[in-house]
C-alpha cells in the first residue's frame, strides 16, 4: 500500500481509510523540551464498527453523525496538550469530550519477549522428512534456527528433533 498524505498521521489516516475501513482521525505531536529532551504524544480516534442487527457482518457508516461530532472535537486538540506531561490522556479525553461520555478502562498490561524456543523449533522441524532435515543440518549435526520476531538464534541438534521426549 502506497504511504500517501502529508504526515505520518496522515498516511496511517489513509491506511485505516483503505485498508481497514475504519473512520479514523490520527494527530500527533513532538517538541523538544531542554530538560525532559523529545516529548511526543498522539492521539488515535476510531469510529469502531457496529454490528448489524440479526447479521454477522459489521458495518461502518462513514457519515455517522456521532462521528462527525467526535471528529470535530478531536481536531480541536493542540500540539501543545499532546506534548504537556502534566496532562494525562484522561484529563485530555474529559477536556475534549466532557460533554458526551467518558470511559476509561484500565488497560491491559504489555511485557516483552517471545514465546520462541528450542522445543517448538524442534516440533516444527519434525513435521519435515528426515533426508530433508540432513540436509538442513551444518557440519555439527545441527539446524540453526533464528527466529524472526526476537532474532534469537537457537542450534538444535538432529538427534533431539528425531527423538521427542
Ligand atoms: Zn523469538
Do not use: N
Amino acid at each position: 500500500m502506497p504511504l500517501e498524505g502529508s504526515s505520518i498521521g496522515d498516511a496511517a489516516e489513509h491506511y485505516f481509510e483503505q485498508s481497514e475501513q475504519i473512520p479514523s482521525l490520527i494527530t500527533l505531536a513532538a517538541r523538544h523540551d531542554a530538560e525532559a529532551g523529545c516529548v511526543a504524544g498522539g492521539l488515535l480516534l476510531q469510529h469502531l464498527p457496529e454490528g448489524e442487527v440479526g447479521r454477522d457482518r459489521l458495518h461502518v457508516r462513514h457519515d455517522h453523525p456521532e462521528w462527525e461530532h467526535a471528529r470535530t472535537i478531536a481536531a480541536t486538540l493542540k500540539p501543545e496538550e499532546l506534548t504537556d506531561p502534566a496532562t494525562s490522556l484522561e484529563t485530555l479525553a474529559w477536556r475534549l469530550f466532557h460533554e458526551d461520555e467518558v470511559r476509561v478502562e484500565s488497560g491491559a498490561t504489555v511485557s516483552r519477549g517471545c514465546r520462541c524456543s528450542t522445543e517448538y523449533f524442534a516440533g516444527v522441524l519434525r513435521q519435515f522428512p528426515e533426508a530433508e532435515r540432513a540436509d538442513m543440518a551444518d557440519e555439527a549435526g545441527d539446524i540453526v534456527v533464528d527466529c524472526a520476531f526476537c532474532s534469537r538464534i537457537f542450534p538444535i541438534p538432529l538427534a533431539e528433533i528425531a527423538a521427542p521426549d
